[in-house]
């Protein structure tokens, strides 16, 4: 991920490994990460049990806040492309009980099609 994309707030895919080292106090032992992303400092997590927001605030970053979504909690998600003008990608979910969709943007490069077809089997089933 450039630094172009940190300032437009756009987020990039990050290894499962380094996910799963960032997260290794909060996972279960059963929980596997499946596809993570990064944004400067925060990151969005799909786990095979939930979808994880890891908001790290201040400056310092040491005010962390984990916001853990089951996956059944999801009630719709559209997914929208990058385009020829359109350089980023996007992702709205909605949750139940929330009446306004969280939205997240990614870079050109991170694989939109992965994170939907994972969404699609744990929101849908499989």
């Given amino acids: 991920m450039g630094l172009f994309d940190a300032l437009l707030g756009n987020a990039g895919e990050m290894t499962?490994?380094?996910?799963?080292d960032d997260l290794a106090t909060i996972l279960n032992p059963s929980e596997s990460v499946e596809?993570?992303?990064?944004?400067?400092?925060?990151?969005?997590?799909l786990t095979?049990?939930?979808?994880?927001?890891?908001?790290?605030?201040?400056?310092?970053?040491?005010?962390?806040?984990y916001r853990s979504i089951p996956y059944k909690s999801v009630t719709m998600f559209t997914v929208e492309s990058v385009g020829h003008?359109?350089?980023?990608?996007e992702l709205k979910i909605w949750i139940s009980g929330q009446p306004e969709p969280m939205q997240m943007e990614?870079?050109?490069?991170?694989?939109?099609?992965?994170l939907q077809a994972i969404l699609a089997a744990k929101v849908a089933g499989q």
């Fill in 48 to 65: 095979n049990h939930r979808l994880i927001l890891i908001d790290k605030q201040g400056l310092t970053g040491r005010k962390v806040e």
């Fill in 35 to 45: 596809l993570a992303y990064k944004l400067v400092r925060d990151m969005v997590v």
């Fill in 16 to 20: 499962n490994a380094e996910a799963m």
């Fill in 106 to 114: 990614f870079n050109s490069k991170t694989n939109i099609y992965s």
């Fill in 85 to 89: 003008f359109d350089l980023d990608a």
